[in-house]
Nanobody, 117 residues
Framework: QVQLVESGGGLVHPGGSLRLSCAAS????????MGWYRQTPGKQRELVAT???????IYTDSVKGRFTISRDSAKNTVYLQMNSLKPEDTAVYYC???????????WGQGTQVTVSS
């Protein structure tokens, strides 16, 4: 039914850029928050950035000024523009959609981002 398809991950050098995309298909309640989380081995999944349907955005401190989240709610698609990438940004990045109210959240399969010289 509901499926989140992520793309845009890869290997880049420090200082490089990547743009992640996540397209959600299926029946998802329209008022929702879309965002990105990331996880490295041995660590818990952490919030990177989220965007609500009314335009409110949240960023973790470590990516402020470097990453930009945007969304096309009509297409249920969320993007993450990542600039000035650092080795510490290396992680599996997961797309997330959280509908308003008592509905389950949805997760993508994850896309690997590796920043290395």
């Amino acid at each position: 039914q509901v499926q989140l398809v992520e793309s845009g991950g890869g290997l880049v050098h420090p200082g490089g850029s990547l743009r992640l995309s996540c397209a959600a298909s299926g029946s998802i309640f329209s008022p929702n928050t879309m965002g990105w989380y990331r996880q490295t081995p041995g660590k818990q999944r952490e919030l990177v950035a989220t965007a609500s349907i009314d335009g409110v955005t949240i960023y973790t401190d470590s990516v402020k000024g470097r990453f930009t989240i945007s969304r096309d709610s009509a297409k249920n698609t969320v993007y993450l523009q990542m600039n000035s990438l650092k080795p510490e940004d290396t992680a599996v990045y997961y797309c997330n959609v959280r509908p308003l109210g008592p509905y389950r959240a949805y997760w993508g399969q994850g896309t690997q981002v590796t920043v290395s010289s």
